[in-house]
């Protein structure tokens, strides 16, 4: 054996030990989301692809870790999260992270947004959830006008809108009667699809629509929303029930002309 | 030494001073047409055996940078089995996820690492679009049975995400006695998916083979392409003037022969690397202080490094340590 190369002088040459070397990372998966995703899909796929502890988790990306081991660290909210760390373990850009939550801070409007996951059962199916979709006034899915739904698709049971035990632990299932929530992902070899552009792109227009919408934290007066009510002013609702397609002109003007919604 | 002449880098940085370079050998090429074989015809395994610093470890390096070079996409890994008073599931799978550059290697369950594992893998052959896994076990004399069920159970859950595992188990002769006890115990499912092929690790045992590593010598460039051969480096003035390490190659290995005659030791020569490289690069690094157009190795200087190499203190340790096991 080997004496064909023997005689190949091409093989006697000496290789030397340099190499690059590999950084370590985490097992990232950009290509199975899509820009705009929330930052509690976009940790509970990459903790179903590396099975951290919710302590290492919470130490990745958590600005204070110990909140993640006791109650749970809120998603809704960006600076809650160490998003630099967060864009590095992903291996995203660091764009993919911007519309990953509600709000940026705290919010005086944030109580409008849910605790519990609110979802719309073919986007979950599919592995894709928006921060959109945490907003109570937010009703319908804007591509498959299914209604939100909350708790597990199975069982009921509610799922927290936290960084916690749970998504550490039993990422993208429930822990209680153990469906999984995004079939695509189950068997071997499974993965997702991110949404097509001109689905991603929607969701685009609804979070900026959403963002103008609230407003800037602390802007008490946004005619966007009925303060009593938690609901969409009219003018609001007018954009919201008009047909998908003038709706979606009227939400990518708002990108436009950046005026405000008063 | 000759300060004038113009060397492209300094020799402190040359990859055979600092020891990082790999020479290839005999052995070596019988082992690159094994796994050549294996990835064409998806044998999933092989054992390698050799003595003791004979090269095994060397080769390893080799033919992951040669597979690197040659198949830029395929994922090679490497571990190191250690030995351990009782065999743990969390330390298998850490080090396999040490090899596999994750950045957490411990801290979960057995079941959470082993899919935080096949993750891994399974990410970076998806990304480099190659389905093809390389491991290479080191040292794999020191793998228990209930490790290589670990391994087999990762083999499998690989398979089942499309992607194949090829195991290159390298290690010292013990590991033929394990696959011999497998076979004898009916543990087909290791010794067909990891042990089916065997190769038998050798050192240097003719004229003819250290002629062809040293050639690898005077061929071989640092930095690549600039013309600068490891021997005209080390010794400009004297490969201006023709010398050529590959003529070295007879009174170097009569010089092995000597030591070896003369210090009685048993059995026939075979050079390993470790000692055949010590004695190049001691040539390399004495001999340029000596460096003139009318430069010339000799036997007396062969005869020098090869007492350098400590080729036969260390084949006198081995032999004391038998004796005294065998006594």
Wanted: glycine share 4%; hydrophobic share 40%; charged share 20%.
């Amino acid at each position: 054996m080997g004496a064909a190369l023997l005689r190949d002088p091409s093989f006697w040459q000496p290789l030397t030990l340099d190499l690059p070397k590999v950084a370590r990372s985490y097992c990232a998966r950009p290509e199975w989301t899509t820009p705009g995703e929330s930052a509690w899909m976009l940790l509970s796929k990459f903790s179903w692809c590396n099975r951290l502890t919710i302590t290492q988790l919470a130490r990745l990306v958590a600005k204070l870790p110990d909140e993640a081991t006791t109650h749970g660290v809120d998603l809704r909210r960006a600076d809650r999260l160490n998003v630099g760390a967060l864009v590095v373990a992903l291996g995203s850009p660091a764009t993919s992270s911007q519309g990953a939550f509600c709000v940026e801070q705290r919010h005086h409007l944030l109580w409008l947004a849910a605790t519990e996951l609110r979802y719309c059962p073919e986007c979950l199916r599919t592995g894709f959830h928006s921060p959109i979709f945490q907003w109570r006034f937010f009703v319908r899915c804007p591509i498959h006008r299914m209604r939100m739904r909350t708790g597990c698709p199975r069982c009921g049971a509610s799922v927290p809108y936290r960084l916690g035990a749970q998504l550490a632990d039993c990422p993208l299932r429930c822990p209680y009667c153990h469906a999984v929530w995004v079939p695509c992902l189950q068997p071997h070899a499974g993965r997702c699809s991110p949404l097509n552009p001109q689905q991603a792109d929607a969701f685009a227009q609804w979070a900026d629509y959403l963002t103008h919408a609230i407003g800037p934290a602390g802007h008490r007066l946004s005619a966007a929303l009925d303060r009593s009510t938690g609901r969409l002013s009219a003018a609001c609702r007018r954009a919201h029930q008009y047909q998908t397609e003038k709706r979606f002109t009227y939400v990518s003007t708002l990108t436009t002309h950046k005026q405000p919604l008063h | 030494m000759d300060h004038t002449v113009n060397r492209p880098v300094s020799v402190d940085k040359h990859p055979l001073t600092l020891r990082k370079y790999r020479i290839p050998t005999p052995s070596i090429a019988a082992l690159r047409e094994l796994i050549d074989e294996c990835l064409l015809l998806y044998v999933t395994g092989a054992a390698i055996e050799g003595r003791p610093r004979i090269g095994k470890s060397y080769a390893i390096e080799f033919m992951r940078r040669d597979l690197a070079k040659r198949y830029p996409k395929m994922s090679v890994y490497g571990i190191r089995c250690k030995k351990s008073q009782a065999p743990s599931e969390n330390a298998f799978f850490s080090a396999l996820l040490h090899a596999a550059n994750h950045a957490a290697t411990a801290g979960s369950s057995r079941t959470a690492l082993r899919g935080r594992l096949t993750h891994k893998i399974r990410q970076v052959a998806e990304t480099n679009d190659d389905h093809r896994v390389v491991l290479f076990a080191d040292e794999a004399q020191n793998l228990r049975e209930i490790e290589y069920e670990w391994l087999r159970e990762v083999h499998d859950d690989l398979e089942m995400d499309e992607l194949r595992l090829f195991v290159f188990l390298v290690g010292q002769p013990q590991l033929l006695a394990q696959k011999s006890a497998f076979q004898a115990q009916g543990k087909e499912q290791i010794v067909a998916r990891f042990m089916i092929e065997e190769l038998h690790f050798r050192g240097l045992t003719s004229a003819e083979e250290c002629a062809a590593c040293l050639s690898a010598y005077d061929r071989a460039e640092y930095p690549p392409g600039s013309d600068w051969s490891y021997t005209r480096f080390f010794l400009p003035q004297a490969h201006a003037a023709g010398l050529r390490l590959e003529q070295e190659a007879a009174a170097l290995w009569a010089a092995f022969e000597d030591a070896h005659i003369r210090a009685n030791l048993s059995g026939d020569l075979e050079i390993p690397m470790k000692y055949f490289t010590t004695a190049v690069e001691a040539a390399f690094l004495i001999g340029m202080n000596r460096d003139a157009s009318t430069f010339k190795f000799n036997d007396e200087f062969w005869a020098q490094m090869v007492v350098k190499s400590r080729y036969v203190l260390a084949q006198r340790a081995g032999r004391v340590l038998l004796s005294s096991i065998t006594a």
